[in-house]
């Protein structure tokens, strides 16, 4: 079964999903250079994110939804699995966001263009680019933009969380906006971040109800909802 896998993979999946991300930057860019990056900076990604699941077999169950409501922002906040986390949240979270994501992927060939022109915000962590960084977040904020962040900083190794850091909650501490933490689920058996191909499977994307930004012990908190919809081997 896996070695069918492999040959679906090579001779279909792999030149369907090159071809699928081209397209998509070549339109994300063109759109919002055009029209601005409030509807093209979203949807045509969104629709990509699908694609690529369902090219590599894997379905997407999405709880909470409820939770959250379309003309607020928000900073959503999620653990970080594996790279199946980016489709799992762009083509199933249904609230339109900008990531902040890292620095390196700006060197990805169409794909970081299209990103920059998105007005996703890459991360740099060197003692100058911090503040640029940050300075970049509140002004797509300030814009009335929701961002979706990784508190962890970088994938997992091991499936299990780690430390979650400040800087998603001081944004939303200084915009006065609802903290919302997602659990993702399942991703890391899909594309850990040690795999170099990705295999077929489930992800769960559990959508929690937002927390004030002012909440005493905010952090704590997102991360206790997020590990509440984990199996004890990820918590």
Known sequence: MIALYRI?????????ALTATALTALTT?????????????????????????????????VHGQENID????????ANHQGAYDIFAIYGYLGHNFRWMMKRSLEKIPLVGWACKRAG???????AHGIAATMAAAEHQLAKKMSLV????????????MGRFKRGAYNLASEFKLPVVPVT??????????????????????????????????IIELSREAIASSLPPQNR
């Open 8 to 16: 679906y993979q090579l001779c279909f999946m792999l030149p369907l």
């Open 149 to 160: 962040i990784f508190p962890e900083g970088a994938r997992t190794l091991t499936g299990r």
């Open 184 to 217: 993702i689920d399942g991703a890391f058996s899909i594309m850990p971040r040690t795999a170099k191909v990705p295999r077929w499977g489930r992800i769960i994307l559990t959508i929690h109800k937002p927390i004030d930004h002012d909440t005493p012990q």
């Open 70 to 77: 379309q003309a607020k922002d928000y900073v959503f906040v």
């Open 29 to 61: 860019a063109a759109g919002c250079t055009i029209f601005g990056g409030k509807w093209w900076g979203y949807h045509p990604p969104r629709i990509w994110a699908r694609i690529m699941c369902a090219l590599t077999l894997v379905k997407v169950e």
């Open 120 to 126: 996703h915000i890459f991360v740099d962590t060197t």
